[in-house]
């Protein structure tokens, strides 16, 4: 779990009911409103529904988990497994990471890997995993634009509330109705415009960011067994993929890039002239 998603959720929501208590201590009950709960949450779930296919629109839920957990790729073990990987394959061979494959934890490493060693062309092989990024990417973004509808249409239906609120109050100019017409009216604008922007927006540009994460690592992946299905040097290898690198892990690898090429390439010496 990503504990930071779950401590900003959990801190926007205390410094609201904070806010509500220091502003009315004698009683939070005047902020609770169950019509007004009802516009806003009901209307805007049968508006999302309307907007997708029933099977997605059930998803919602899986797609607010998403956003608590981290992701399940990680940049620097497939980088390292991609290291591995292409000085096995240079000492003994690309058919020789065969044995290898079916014990790594990476699914999509594996099965990328498996293209290259069953003899596929590197162009299938590009256009295979590319087509296989290409559907995640898809995935993730239809499940984004569930949330990014949620965050649309709460404030949308927290003004119909208000409407409804103000016809009710209007109608009927009385002691007794103005105070209940006017409650629905305020609070749905505050329940829609709180939930879009403390929670429905937050998510989806949380998915966002861990899908760019998660294709940046795929994509980073496809050029290391590119690399290695054409027999690139090692080192050749650790320079493409240290550009996915932000930081300490890149200049590593530029400095290791750096000692190799030394070790293997002498440095010119200057030509003796006699006098």
């Known amino acids: 779990?990503?504990?930071?998603?779950?401590?900003?959720?959990l801190l926007g929501c205390a410094l609201i009911i904070l806010a509500v208590v220091l502003g009315s201590p004698d009683s939070w009950?005047?902020?609770?409103?169950a019509p007004a709960l009802l516009i806003v949450f009901g209307g805007t779930a049968a508006?999302?529904?309307?907007?997708?296919?029933l099977n997605v629109f059930l998803k919602t839920s899986a797609y607010i988990r998403k956003s608590f957990s981290q992701s399940g790729m990680n940049i620097q073990e497939t980088a390292e497994n991609l290291i591995s990987l292409a000085e096995s394959a240079r000492r003994e061979g690309l058919l020789a990471l065969e044995s290898r494959l079916e014990h790594l934890g990476d699914r999509f490493l594996a099965k990328s890997m498996q293209l290259a060693v069953d003899g596929l062309s590197p162009q299938n092989v590009e256009t295979i995993v590319r087509a296989n990024i290409e559907a995640v990417n898809a995935r993730h973004q239809c499940g984004r634009n569930v949330i990014l509808n949620y965050a649309k249409y709460t404030p949308a239906f927290g003004m119909i509330g208000t409407l409804i609120g103000l016809v009710l109050m209007l109608t009927r100019l009385d002691a007794e109705t103005v105070g209940p017409g006017m409650a629905v009216a305020v609070l749905t604008t505050l329940y829609g415009t709180l939930a879009s922007n403390l929670f429905f927006l937050p998510i989806a540009e949380k998915l966002?960011?861990?899908n760019e994460a998660e294709l940046k690592i795929r994509e980073m992946t496809l050029r290391g067994v590119l690399g290695i299905q054409m027999g690139e040097h090692p080192q050749i290898i650790k320079m493409k993929l240290q550009t996915f690198f932000a930081g300490g892990w890149a200049e590593q690898f530029v400095e290791e890039a750096e000692k190799t090429a030394s070790a293997v390439i002498p440095a010119e010496q200057p030509e003796n002239i006699a006098a």
């Open 29 to 33: 009950i005047p902020f609770f409103n």
């Open 1 to 9: 779990m990503d504990i930071g998603t779950l401590i900003g959720c």
């Open 47 to 53: 508006a999302v529904m309307t907007a997708f296919p």
């Open 208 to 210: 966002k960011q861990l």
